[in-house]
């Protein structure tokens, strides 16, 4: 690829399609249209927003036998200018309800806010805490018992180092004992207070754990942009009505975060401490972070380096992730390099180049990121008011976040927060299915595989660098691994929206390994579970596309709900009606 003359934004990020098929969009404003909506009376019996929504559809629809629109062509069609409103503003009135009397008005707060020329966190560099006395390092993997010095090898977090002397993975370890002077009921009420605060950095999901996490980094040194703390929905109808009554399933949404990925949470930490290294008194020499992806890590990279002014260099495999992905790397400044190869020829690539230049390597072969990613674990405790769940799913692609979901349930088992660890799935797609493989073959040998083309791309790895970890979570866990084929994970995500979710592929992968549990009885109708849904699903929305267009070859497309072209005729749209609500009317 010239360096003068690369590719387009839509040649590198054609989302993976069954088969490959032209990218759909037009980005070209139409110039010409004009949408004229002429006064109506209102109907108090149609919300304003489908009101609006069914008087452009009939505008635009003009045959009645037309065959049915897909999504594609839909939104290929180019865009008219948007129409401009006008709203009259109402007048102000205050809605009382009968308890008004009885609730007195709350008592004006006695905290001072702060001075109008000083930001939060100058306002935390005032009220700076003494030191802690707590601290962590890295150790060679796998770790040794609890507690400190159970080895001879450990290296300061200040250190730039990837790898033991043996070659090896590291693991950031803490000091338990300095932790544990301090009761679980302590911990508990901490973590408890800082939730939904603007107090610098504690706002943030992971930094309201920054004890657990980097109990030694300087809150100025700290990039966030207040991540975690995110949904814990209950998934009532998916429980109740598709999986034979289950009554307390949930789904953790780590998607609703900045960049729209559960990798927030560890490239926060991460970020952090690059940003350390660079500013005095350490001062070295980094000349920015590089990162391999299949498109949630270079996002996350990339929106945390913007935030704190540092160089991003991204990897990505060509034509391998969604344009949502690519995307973002491109809008927060990163260099993007686009490479004719897949995700673990880009982790072969990045780790030579971090050999040989100033570049501070992001991938979870590094693991500051594990240590934000188990907070996710923490605060699904913290949610179900410190009660430990039975079950917690997780979808698995590089590894490392099943690892880092055991260390944060495991910390607070030993610091005394809770008392047991909850059964921990790792969900793989059948496309690329190393660790299913290796639980199946009794861990006896694993094999790495060339991962095939899935839906899910974020985990189409074949070479997981944290094998080595996972394979520790499951054993201490009594873990399962289960898989899933593409026709199972977009059915899995295409019903779950159905009751009202919006899952990405891989939340799919996941919700399909859960029918299966709960189909042969392993996870009963009252077992407490928690499925980790890892990024938002606007983010693979050509996939949902295509689902719903039948366009996928060799599936079914079980749940796709195409939409039904109608003739702007009352006659022709009370017959489409009454078909589909045939019984209910």
């Known amino acids: ?76 069609r180019p865009r008219s200018a948007a129409p401009q ?30 001075a109008a020329d000083e930001d939060i ?22 770790p040794g018992p609890a507690g400190a010095g159970s080895t001879d090898e450990r290296y300061s977090l200040d250190e730039i180092v990837y790898r033991s002397s043996s070659g090896g993975l590291l693991d950031v370890r803490h000091d338990m004992a300095a932790l544990a002077r301090h009761p679980g009921s302590y911990w508990r009420d901490l973590f408890d207070s800082r939730v939904g605060r603007t107090v610098w950095p504690y706002g943030s999901g992971v930094w309201s754990k920054k004890e657990f996490v980097l109990p030694g980094i300087d809150p100025d040194h700290i990039v966030s942009l207040f991540e975690g ?134 991938n979870s072969l590094n693991s500051l990121r594990l240590e934000g990613q188990k907070t996710a674990a923490i605060e699904i405790l913290q949610q179900f008011d410190w009660e430990v769940p039975d079950w917690v799913i997780v979808p698995g692609g590089n590894l490392g976040n099943i690892y880092a979901f055991y260390k944060g349930f495991e910390m607070c088992r030993v610091l005394g927060l809770v008392d047991r660890l909850p059964r921990l799935v790792c969900a793989q797609a059948a496309n690329a299915n190393p660790l299913y493989r290796y639980y199946k073959s009794g861990w006896t040998q694993f094999q790495p595989q060339v991962a095939e083309p899935t839906f899910a791309s974020a985990i189409q790895i074949g070479d997981p660098v944290s094998v080595d970890r996972a394979v520790v979570a499951l054993k201490a866990t009594n873990g399962i691994v289960a898989e899933a084929t593409e026709e199972e994970l977009m059915n899995a995500m295409s019903l779950a929206d159905r009751t009202g979710m919006f899952a990405c592929p891989h939340t799919g992968v996941a919700l399909a390994a859960l029918f299966k549990l709960r189909e042969e009885g392993t996870i009963g109708a009252n077992d407490r579970t928690v499925v980790v849904s890892t990024a938002h699903g606007l983010k693979f929305s050509q996939s949902k596309i295509d689902y719903h267009d039948q366009k996928i070859e060799d599936m079914a497309c079980k749940y796709a709900n195409p939409p039904v072209s109608v003739k702007a005729d009352f006659g022709a749209v009370m017959d489409v009606l009454k078909k589909r609500l045939k019984g209910k009317l």
């Open 1 to 76: 690829m010239s360096a003068k003359s690369g590719p387009s934004i839509h040649a590198v990020s054609t989302a993976f399609q069954f088969p490959p098929t032209p990218t759909r969009y037009s980005l070209k404003p139409s110039s010409t249209s004009t949408v004229h909506i002429p006064p109506t009376a209102p109907n108090p019996r149609i919300p304003a927003a489908a009101a609006a929504a069914a008087s452009s559809t009939m505008a635009a629809t003009t045959h009645a036998t037309a065959p049915s629109p897909s999504l594609s062509s839909l939104l290929s």
């Open 121 to 142: 966190r100058e306002e935390a560099a005032r009220h700076r805490a003494p030191a802690n006395g707590f601290s962590a390092w890295y150790e060679p993997f796998p």
């Open 85 to 114: 409103l006008r709203l009259r503003p109402a007048a102000h009135r205050r809605v009382r309800c009968a308890t008004d009397a009885a609730v007195p008005a709350p008592a004006a707060t006695n905290k001072p806010r702060r």
């Open 229 to 362: 703390n995110s949904n814990l929905f209950w998934a009532e109808r998916l429980g109740r009505d598709h999986l034979a009554g289950m009554k307390d399933l949930w789904v953790k949404h780590c998607g609703i975060s900045h960049t729209g990925s559960f990798k927030d949470l560890g490239m926060t930490v991460l970020v952090s401490q690059v940003n350390r290294l660079r500013r005095a008194p350490l001062s070295r020499p980094i000349a920015g972070v590089g990162c391999a992806s299949t498109g949630d890590t270079s996002a996350a990279l990339s929106a945390y380096c913007a935030a704190a002014g540092i160089p991003a260099i991204v990897f990505l495999p060509a034509n391998r992730i969604s344009l949502e992905q690519l995307i973002q790397p491109i809008a927060n400044g990163a260099t993007v390099l686009s490479l004719d190869t897949d995700f673990d020829g880009c982790m072969r690539l990045i780790r030579e180049v971090t050999a040989e230049l100033p570049i501070y390597l992001a």
